[in-house]
C-alpha cells in the first residue's frame, strides 16, 4: 500500500511538472514569435536607416544594437526553449518508468519512450490488453490441454486391491487366490 501512495505521489508530481514544463515551452514559443516579429520589425527598420545614413548616421547604431539585444534575447529564448524541451522528454521519461513499475507484468518492449503523455498512456493501455488477452489464452490453452491429457473412458487400470481394510482371514484368502491365477497362467 505504501509502493502504491509512493507511485500515485511520484505519478502526481511528475504529471505537474510536465504541465509545468509545457506551461513554461509555451510561454518560451510565444515570446520566441514576438521576438522573432521585434527581429523582422528591427531588420526592415535597419535597411531604411542604411538608405538615410548621411541623414540619421545616430540612428543607424541605435538599431544595430537594438537587432543585436534582440538576437540575443532570441538566442537566450531558443535556449529556454531546448532546456524546457529536454526537461520534458525526462519527465515523460520518468512517467513511463514509473507506469511500468507499477504494472511488472507489462513487459518494457510494449510502451515505447515518447515525448507525449497522451501516447505513453494510449500505448500503457494497449499493453495491458495485450497482456490481458495473452494470460487468458494461456489460461484457455492449458484448460485444452487439461481436458485432452485425460484418458479416454475403457478398461480402468489394473491396480492391485487396497488389502489394507480386510480381515487377516480375508488377506489370507485373496493371497491364494492370486496365487493359484499366477500359477494356472
Not at 36 to 61: F, M
Not at 120 to 140: M, P, S, T, W
Not at 143 to 169: F, H, M
Amino acid at each position: 500500500m505504501p509502493d502504491d501512495i509512493n507511485f500515485e505521489e511520484q505519478l502526481t508530481e511528475a504529471q505537474s511538472q510536465i504541465e509545468a514544463l509545457q506551461s513554461s515551452a509555451a510561454d518560451a514559443e510565444a515570446r520566441a514569435a514576438t521576438l522573432q516579429e521585434r527581429l523582422t520589425d528591427s531588420e526592415a527598420e535597419l535597411a531604411r536607416l542604411r538608405e538615410a545614413e548621411n541623414v540619421a548616421g545616430s540612428r543607424i547604431t541605435e538599431a544595430e544594437s537594438a537587432s543585436e539585444s534582440a538576437r540575443q534575447e532570441l538566442e537566450q529564448t531558443r535556449t529556454d526553449l531546448e532546456t524546457s524541451r529536454s526537461r520534458l522528454r525526462e519527465a515523460t521519461l520518468k512517467y513511463r518508468e514509473t507506469r511500468l513499475a507499477s504494472a511488472p507484468e507489462i513487459p518494457a518492449e510494449l510502451v515505447p519512450q515518447s515525448d507525449s503523455l497522451e501516447q505513453i498512456e494510449r500505448d500503457f493501455e494497449a499493453a495491458q490488453r495485450v497482456v490481458g488477452e495473452l494470460r487468458q489464452k494461456i489460461v484457455d490453452d492449458a484448460e485444452a490441454e487439461k481436458r485432452s491429457a485425460r484418458v479416454p473412458p475403457g478398461s480402468p487400470t489394473r491396480r492391485q486391491p487396497n488389502v489394507s481394510s480386510l480381515s487377516p482371514t480375508e488377506k489370507i484368502t485373496l493371497g491364494l487366490q492370486q496365487r493359484a491365477e499366477r500359477e494356472g497362467r
